[in-house]
T-cell receptor, first 118, second 112 residues
Framework: EAGVAQSPRYKIIEKRQSVAFWCNPI?????LYWYQQILGQGPKLLIQ????????DSQLPKDRFSAERLKGVDSTLKIQPAKLEDSAVYLC????????????????FGEGSRLTVL | GNSVTQMEGPVTLSEEAFLTINCTYT??????LFWYVQYPGEGLQLLLK?????DKGSNKGFEATYRKETTSFHLEKGSVQVSDSAVYFC???????????FGAGTRLAVHP
């Protein structure tokens, strides 16, 4: 079974430029997550989708970050304009869990996209 | 809000040593608790979990017991191997839809 695919693996940009990350979750997984992992910190949830609807985006800096999940499959996370503090690894994860009932807690993560903002 | 606190790393051990990585949590209600592991060059993956008080999760020789009275979920292994070198993350579930809150992670380095 194919895992969660992310691209690009690495990206270096200058501040105020824009960047986009792509994620293809495991086939059939209804829920998709974007996490931000700053060096030395644990992953922090940015946005969570169930199918193509947003479940939680309370920690997404909406003035510069946007995300979409068209057709309930692939997802794109965009940053525009980037700031120095956006340097981090952006992790995509998926889960078969649906609904409000707590799931198994097993999220399947991609290898991440490392962003460096200069 | 809910949060997870892990012991700081790195933790450096010799092969076959005993491992403990401390994890404590703050939460309303009764969350499920998890340990995830990130091996070098790989994505995070679930190591073990416990869904209610006094439950013990176990996998690959690792164990952790959900202690409600001390709000802890410490990770233990009796005899570590070089292949256990990785970053370990403690996490708790925060409401529905499998939303997880992670600790900062603890890096483990095991030397032969």
């Amino acid at each position: 079974e194919a895992g969660v695919a992310q691209s690009p693996r690495y990206k270096i940009i200058e501040k105020r430029q824009s960047v986009a990350f792509w994620c293809n979750p495991i086939s059939g997984h209804a829920t998709l997550y974007w996490y931000q992992q700053i060096l030395g910190q644990g992953p922090k949830l940015l946005i969570q989708f169930q199918n193509n609807g947003v479940v939680d985006d309370s920690q997404l800096p909406k003035d510069r970050f946007s995300a979409e999940r068209l057709k309930g499959v692939d997802s794109t996370l965009k940053i525009q304009p980037a700031k120095l503090e956006d340097s981090a690894v952006y992790l995509c994860a998926s889960s078969p869990a649906t609904g409000l009932a707590p799931g198994t807690g097993e999220l399947f993560f991609g290898e991440g996209s490392r962003l460096t903002v200069l | 809000g809910n949060s997870v606190t892990q012991m700081e790393g790195p933790v450096t051990l010799s092969e076959e040593a005993f491992l403990t990585i401390n994890c404590t949590y703050t939460a309303t209600g009764y969350p499920s608790l998890f340990w995830y592991v990130q091996y070098p060059g790989e994505g995070l993956q679930l190591l073990l979990k416990a869904t209610k008080a006094d439950d013990k999760g176990s996998n690959k020789g690792f164990e952790a017991t959900y202690r409600k009275e001390t709000t802890s979920f410490h990770l233990e292994k009796g005899s570590v191997q070089v292949s256990d070198s990785a970053v370990y993350f403690c996490a708790l579930s925060d409401g529905g839809y499998n939303k997880l809150i992670f600790g900062a992670g603890t890096r483990l380095a095991v030397h032969p």
